[in-house]
């Protein structure tokens, strides 16, 4: 395994890089030793196979430490965190207040109950669609009863 600043050399970028350099450098890399370049000469298609492999570790090697590298670089340090006083604190960690609902709690109950059957029924009719003779039996079986109602009824 290289080490990062061999990874970053690979690419043509400083270790210091953003991950849309990083992304951009990948980019154009690609477009130029893309093995489909190089069709009509089979040795310059085989060394454009190797540095494109070459490009690919690279890249898949940097991804994970630009972006925890950028994460560090924009995060607070702790100095600029205690200085801000408590009041200031309260109120960027202020959460917005949600509308209030205009439906009753029962209302609400009934609502959350349907959404939850919802998935049920969902999956009924699809394993219903799915199965041409199931479809064939439910509408048979919702005619005999049909008929049978109004005999009755």
């Not at 489909?36 to 490009?55: H, P, T, W």
């Not at 439906?103 to 609400?108: A, D, L, M, Q, W």
């Not at 029924?121 to 199931?134: A, E, G, K, M, Q």
Request: charged share 25%; with cysteine; proline share 5%.
């Amino acid at each position: 395994m290289k080490s990062v600043n061999e990874y970053c050399k690979v690419l043509g970028i400083d270790s210091t890089a953003t991950p849309e350099d990083l992304k951009k450098a990948y980019r154009d890399l690609v477009k130029q030793w893309h093995p489909d370049q190089f069709q009509n000469n089979s040795r310059l298609q085989g060394n454009a196979q190797e540095k494109l492999q070459e490009i690919n570790e690279a890249y898949r090697q940097l991804q994970p430490f630009i972006l925890k590298s950028q994460k560090r670089r924009s995060s607070p340090s702790k100095e600029s965190k205690s200085s801000a006083t408590a009041g200031q604190r309260r109120v960027n960690n202020a959460r917005p207040q949600r509308a209030a609902s205009k439906f009753t709690p029962s209302v609400k109950r009934h609502v959350a109950a349907w959404r939850k059957s919802q998935y049920s029924i969902r999956r009924i009719i699809l394993l219903t669609v799915s199965d041409p003779w199931l479809i064939i039996i439910v509408v048979m079986f919702m005619f005999v009863l049909g008929a049978i109602l109004d005999w009755f009824c």
